[in-house]
């Protein structure tokens, strides 16, 4: 492929261009805007890093820059030290004669030059000039690059604009297109559409100039239909694609798209490509992607998904039959199954070839590298320490520790702990939110695509249960004495009257009205969302509690449409429990699904499931990718709660902590899910104290009937050692966690230094099941450090608030002139007219 025509220098006025600039290649930051910007690139972009600090260069390369940028001092400074195809220098026309030899040791040349220059014309060698023309005007702009390849212009994103040319902005799609060609009477490009996370070819196309604009906008598959024009892939079909990349081929008249598909596919009929089925890593990638959405149980696929012992035992076992293997055809045996086991464990953590190719990628940057010897463990086994006839079981990390042994965290001591790694330990376990939504992507589309048909398919699918409509609708039916016994009954009725006591306590009573000045009152008052849908897992725990926490606010504050959305049994029925709670909150619609599907089908309606305006509750990854996909989208015009993951716990307890009631709380929300996170802050603990906990945490743990559970979450856990209670609470304010547990001397008194968490938990006899089921609070909280932003659902969650202001004809008076200033200053004169034309009528009065 060619070089980009353009090289864009990002400016603080980028933030809206970035995405499609990132699209054609390379983009050039200044270091002083680095830490803003690359959040922001898609993954896997190309950037160019210009710096003004020699000491900053090895740095910038080993951390992803492609290119650094420096002025001709620097080169001279790191003469011989870095590949010279890393090294931009930047040079004015002036001093271009006179240092042309030490150029040569560089990749490239910024030029900062009045004219177009080529290589050839200024006798550099083995080096691509980079234009900066000191005065840049768009007029005329678009042919100059075209005549001055192959040099490519460096041009400051304050120039650039998704819209057309004009005498201030360059067109993004004019200036990339320039040095395109057609041979073709039609004038349109031959486009090979491609894969970006396998690299297969999907088909060929054809491209136009105003598709390629549109493209780049919109970040989007969009061709020219050589029958009907403008074609946006997946308008109709929901088989739409995200582009990864666009770039030219070596002689400019050809195309490549590299794109996420999906949906259904490419191709119109029903193959992965236009050129046939997957092959090879492809066909593998696709395979496995489909089983860990759907393997059956008791498959194999299924075991290697979820049982990690037996995954790690299989690569370990194929890895040293692949090192065993003399023979070609006995390498490429092994080797095909490690690559399978190897495959199996990226999916099940979310990984794809492509996150796995840009590491690669992002590893040949690098420009200093560790000597690569191996770890002493291997080198002794290979050099024959270890005797084959009494080989032991592979070791296996502090942090993963077999899962026939103990149930025990890991721990570190927070002073130790270096200011590179302790970010570290503020991460949760949790997949990368970007792959999960293009995971529930082709699930949110078929609901919109298929409705009511595509959502009971994926009900019999996932939740094995066949149904007739996807929906209940009131009088419930109560459920029985056998379905539901007094005693769960009364459980229920308790937790009910605690939690609604106390949001009925948070609402609003009467309207704010403020005097803000004499004849000016400004008021606000809430009202109810009209249509709310409430989301009760229903996976690997029944929880009636979330149906309370959730269908007693939404009937507190007044809403009209309460739709509770709750997987259904392999008979088609709701749990009782689930069943009995919506009677009580007045849901007016249960939805028997679950997963994304549900939220889509809340999201956008179907001709059975009503549209809601906002979406509520917990979930696995799934739903929450689907809650966050939903409320970016326009045509869903749906909020969420709050962007809810995986349940977490953080216990803080000193020298006075019972070890028997902080491993039931660190317990209590181990046993949610695999994927869930406990951490537990010692305030100058004694080893015995902490071992005392560790035991506990053992031996409760062997007692539950989700023991396995708890334990591949323990796994994940922390046990973080500090010296005060106010470093534990600063380590937990940072942390921000959902759960907070206090087991602390003076529990009351630490409560005004929590600044991050969702709910708090103070004192040994406060566990957090309490809070969970019946106490009165809300359960449903922020997750994921969300805490810092979030507040746990509550009643003012389930209404909106509208002001007003009224003016008295005196109001108007004193206001007026304010106003008048004010709209004047800003141009806006209809806002000034509206009140002079009052203030004059005012004034004949």
Request: proline share 7%; aromatic share 4%.
């Amino acid at each position: 492929m060619s070089t980009p025509p353009f090289l864009p220098l990002i400016d603080p006025t980028a933030g809206p261009l970035i995405r499609s600039l990132a699209l054609l290649g390379p983009v050039l930051i200044p270091s002083a805007l680095l830490s803003a910007v690359l959040p922001t690139l898609p993954p896997a972009s190309s950037y160019f890093v210009q710096t003004s600090s020699t000491d900053d260069v090895v740095s910038l390369l080993n951390n992803g820059a492609e290119k650094v940028v420096i002025d001709l001092g620097q080169l001279v400074e790191l003469s011989g030290q870095l590949s010279r195809e890393r090294l931009i220098v930047r040079v004015a026309e002036s001093e271009l004669e006179w240092v042309k030899g030490q150029l040569e040791s560089a990749g490239g040349v910024l030029l900062v030059s009045e004219q177009a220059h080529s290589p050839e014309s200024l006798a550099l060698t083995n080096t691509t000039v980079y234009l900066q023309p000191s005065q840049i005007r768009p007029e005329g702009l678009v042919s100059t690059i075209r005549s001055s390849r192959p040099s490519c212009f460096v041009l400051p994103t304050s120039l650039l604009t998704n819209g057309a040319t004009s005498s201030s902005h360059l067109s993004v799609a004019d200036a990339f297109l320039a040095p395109i060609i057609s041979d073709r009477p039609d004038g349109l490009f031959p486009t090979i559409v491609s894969s970006a996370e396998n690299g297969t070819a999907l088909g060929m196309v054809y491209s136009s100039r105003a598709s390629v604009a549109e493209a780049i906008k919109s970040c989007q598959g969009v061709y020219q239909s050589r029958k009907h024009g403008l074609w946006r892939k997946g308008e109709t079909s929901g088989a739409v694609q995200d582009v990864v990349s666009i770039r030219t081929d070596c002689d400019s008249d050809a195309l490549l798209f590299s794109v996420i598909q999906h949906g259904s596919g490419f191709c119109h009929l029903p193959q992965a490509t236009c050129f046939g089925e997957l092959s090879g890593l492809a066909r593998l990638e696709t395979t496995l992607k489909s089983r860990w959405e759907s393997a059956p149980e008791g498959s194999y696929t299924k075991r290697l998904f979820t049982d990690d012992k037996l995954l790690r035992s299989k690569i370990m076992e194929e890895a040293e039959e692949l090192c065993d293997a003399q023979s070609r055809e006995e390498v490429a045996f092994e080797a095909a199954d490690l690559v399978y086991f190897a495959l199996t464990r990226c999916i099940s953590k979310g990984v794809s070839l492509r996150d796995v190719e840009a590491a690669l990628d992002a590893k040949s940057l690098k420009v200093t590298r560790r000597k690569g010897d191996a770890k002493p463990k291997w080198e002794a086994k290979v050099g024959g320490d270890v005797k084959p006839e009494s080989k032991p079981t592979e070791p296996v990390p502090a942090a993963f520790p077999e899962s026939d042994g103990a149930v025990k965290m890991r721990t570190v001591t927070l002073a130790s702990v270096s200011p590179e790694e302790k970010p570290k330990l503020l991460l949760r376990p949790v997949l990368n939110s970007l792959a999960m939504i293009d995971k529930v992507k082709p699930i949110v589309e078929r609901v919109r695509r298929e409705g009511d048909e595509g959502l009971r398919a994926m009900t019999k699918q996932f939740d094995r249960a066949e149904l007739s409509s996807n929906i209940a609708l009131p009088p419930f039916a109560t459920p029985s004495e056998s379905q539901l016994p007094a005693d769960v009954r009364q459980a229920i009725d308790q937790a009910y009257a605690n939690v609604k006591a106390f949001h009925v306590a948070q609402a609003e009573t009467a309207p704010l009205s403020v005097e803000t000045m004499p004849g000016v009152v400004c008021s606000r008052f809430s009202r109810p969302i009209a249509r709310v849908g409430v989301y009760v897992p229903g996976g690997t725990a029944i929880l009636p509690s979330t149906a309370i926490m959730l269908g007693v606010p939404a009937q507190v504050a007044g809403c009209k449409e309460i739709v509770l959305a709750t997987p259904p049994r392999p008979d088609g029925s709701i749990s009782p429990e689930v069943l009995y709670v919506a009677q009580l909150t007045g849901v007016t619609c249960i939805l028997k699904a679950g997963g994304a599907q549900a939220v889509a089908a809340m999201a956008y309606g179907t001709k059975e499931v009503p549209k809601v305006d906002k979406i509520f509750g917990p979930g696995n990854q799934w739903v929450t990718a689907a809650k966050m996909l939903v409320q970016n989208d326009t045509d869903a015009l749906v909020a969420i709660d709050m962007p809810a993951g995986p349940s977490e716990v953080l216990v803080i307890a000193d020298h006075t902590a019972n070890p028997v009631f902080v491993a039931s709380d660190l317990l209590s929300q181990a046993e949610h899910g695999t994927d869930s996170q406990v951490v537990l802050v010692g305030i100058n603990l004694t080893s015995a104290h902490l071992e005392a906990i560790e035991q506990q945490i053992d031996v409760q743990a062997r007692a539950l009937p989700r023991v396995k559970i708890a334990r591949e979450a323990i796994k994940k856990s922390l046990i973080v050692l500090v010296d005060s209670v106010d470093e534990g609470i600063r380590f937990s304010n940072e942390y921000a966690p959902e759960h907070l547990i206090l087991h602390l001397e003076n529990s009351s008194g630490a409560v005004e230094k929590i600044d991050n968490a969702g709910s708090v938990f103070v004192g040994p006899f406060s566990p957090e099941s309490c809070g969970d089921y019946a106490s009165g609070t809300n359960h449903t909280l922020p997750t994921n450090g969300f805490a810092r932003q979030f507040s746990g659902v509550n009643t003012l969650s389930f209404q909106k608030h509208i002001t007003s202001q009224e003016l008295t004809a005196d109001g108007l008076r004193k206001l007026g002139p304010t106003v008048v200033t004010l709209a004047e200053r800003e141009g806006l004169e209809a806002h000034a007219n509206a009140v002079r034309v009052r203030l004059a009528e005012l004034s004949k009065a």
